[in-house]
């Protein structure tokens, strides 16, 4: 299930209410988001959904329309980015192209003393394991690494709370992939509260303690990945996280364990869940089990496949059902699967589909 909201005193970042008009336009309505200390939360959604938005509004260069934020119990709302104890990293990394790597970590450390201030940025080299780049220049250097300079300088004045906004958008696959490990262990390391902005839902679940999903400026619904795949609030957030199949109907009953009846085109199905009324089960390809013919153990759909996808570790397979509907089902790649034409026999187990409601 999603998570439990927490009371806004409890939480070191709050939002509450917090809204933002461009004219006519909503980017960001009514939205509520309470930030535990040490916690890493990815902001996921499509473009355009309000994600980024929001980031601004909690560094400071936007002002809200509506609500507050809080910092550590203070009103930050007002405070102009320099006063609040929190960084931003850019998707552009906003590296000073004429200034060494080690200039531009020290950046923004004015204050402090030349020999700390060296002893600063040599720390923080170490951390993003870029020992002896501090006398280069940004065009020098590999993507990754210019990406891990430019959080050491986010990193440099010890936020409270780290912002960045599609960080690893930069990246080739294999290198956000490994980059993505190396941040998550940062952040456990320093114990620092970073907000991450992604499109991205492979990296959210990679990387975050709980994610909201966001859509049209709102969060509609935030929790642990697990609890997002498994149990999504709507169909926005069941699509969103991965492949998934929707089959609407009308809930006949409840059952014991929390399992219903669901009075579908296919027939009778069962799910989990407690949606009343017209109903949407949202089941995952991965969840399917798929066999020539029907094992004796429950009931099984007859089709037939359509189409087969080598994937690598994985076929896809899309399954044309009795009432028309395409299936998309997933099976290890060692399996012998079916192909196109033959017939098959699909078959779950309910307690691992998830029953929505419909309107929702």
């Known amino acids: 299930m999603a998570s439990t909201p927490v009371p806004a005193a409890a939480g070191l970042l709050t939002c509450a209410g917090l809204g933002k008009r461009f004219g006519t336009h909503v980017a960001v309505a009514d939205l509520d988001l309470t930030l535990q200390p040490g916690e890493f939360v990815c902001l996921l959604g499509p473009s355009g959904c309000g994600k980024s938005t929001l ?29 609040r104890p929190v960084n931003m990293m850019f998707q552009s990394y906003a590296l000073f192209p004429h200034m ?21 940025v040599d720390e923080l080299l170490r951390l993003v394991r870029l020992d002896g780049f501090g006398p280069r220049r940004p065009d020098t250097l590999s993507g990754g690494q210019r990406q891990r300079v430019a959080l050491a300088r986010a990193l440099a004045r010890a936020p409270q709370v780290l912002l960045l906004d599609e ?23 320093l114990g620092t ?51 998934v199949n929707l089959i609407p109907g009308r809930v006949l009953g409840r059952e014991a364990g929390g399992l219903a009846g669901l009075d579908t085109a296919l027939g009778p199905l069962r799910a989990l869940g407690a949606a009343e009324g017209e109903g949407i089960i949202a089941l995952r390809p991965e969840r399917i089990a798929l066999a020539r013919a029907p094992s004796g153990d429950g009931p099984a759909l007859p089709g037939q496949v359509v189409e087969t996808t080598y994937l690598g570790d994985r076929i896809r397979l899309r399954v044309r059902l009795a009432d028309g509907s395409i299936w998309r089902v997933s099976a290890p790649a060692e399996e012998a699967c079916p192909g196109v034409g033959e017939s098959v026999h699909l078959s779950y187990p309910p307690e691992r589909a998830w029953l929505m409601p419909a309107a929702a």
């Open 193 to 243: 509260n970073f907000i991450v902005v992604t499109h991205d839902p492979a990296e959210a679940l990679a990387l975050a303690d709980r994610i909201g999903v966001m859509e049209a400026g709102r969060l509609v619904q935030i929790g642990d990945g697990a609890s997002l795949y498994e149990r999504p609030a709507n169909r926005f957030v069941a699509g969103l996280l991965g492949d």
């Open 100 to 120: 060494s790597v080690a200039a531009n970590i020290a950046y923004g450390l004015s204050g402090l003393g030349r020999a700390a201030r060296q002893a600063r």
């Open 55 to 83: 980031l601004r509004l909690i560094a400071g260069f936007e002002t809200p329309s509506a609500g507050t934020i809080r910092l550590g119990g203070t009103d930050i709302t007002a405070d102009p980015p320099h006063r």
């Open 167 to 189: 960080p690893l958008g930069a990246l080739d696959r294999a290198l956000r992939e490994e980059t993505q490990g190396e941040l998550r262990a940062l952040q456990r390391r």
